[in-house]
């Protein structure tokens, strides 16, 4: 996995009491474009919430406050973006938006979203992104 290969940039989980009820990840992507310096972008995932613990409400859950706290800390250490795979409906409300000229070979590119973080212009103008070999199955 991505923590025994040392690809974690940040982990963090949300507890109740003793209990571990969510987790959210980020390693390194790489974004093969020129303006793009390496370990400057991160991936978000996974993002995990406990069973029974879940759908408690779209953007006010245990997955909302730990994307929302990440992000934070992710700004805060001076990252410049994050991408992730996932649910538009979902990711939009966190600042993740699809960008026409961001890829994953083999995704549906509205799946695809990025966010930057420094406060720049856009992302790249054109990448490719490649993950960790723990993600591939």
């Known amino acids: 996995g991505l923590r025994d290969a ?3 940039s940040l982990s963090l989980v949300a507890q109740d009491g003793e209990d571990i009820v969510g987790h959210i990840a980020f390693s390194p992507v790489g974004l093969e474009a020129a303006s ?3 370990g400057t972008w991160l991936v978000m995932a ?3 919430v406990a069973p029974g613990r879940q759908g408690q409400g779209q953007g006010q859950g245990i997955g909302s406050r ?3 706290q990440a992000l934070q800390q992710l700004k805060a250490l001076g990252v410049e973006g994050v991408v992730v795979l996932g649910e538009p409906d ?3 409300c ?3 938006h699809h960008q026409h000229r961001l890829s994953v070979p083999g995704v549906p590119a509205e799946y695809f979203m990025a966010q930057r973080l420094d406060g720049k212009a856009p992302v ?3 990448a490719t992104a ?3 070999p723990a993600f591939e199955v």
Do not use: E, K, M, N
């Open 46 to 48: 996974p993002v995990s």
């Open 6 to 8: 040392g690809a974690l």
């Open 36 to 38: 793009v310096s390496p």
């Open 130 to 132: 490649g993950f960790h």
């Open 90 to 92: 979902y990711y939009t």
């Open 124 to 126: 790249p103008l054109q």
């Open 94 to 96: 966190f600042g993740f």
């Open 66 to 68: 730990l994307i929302r």
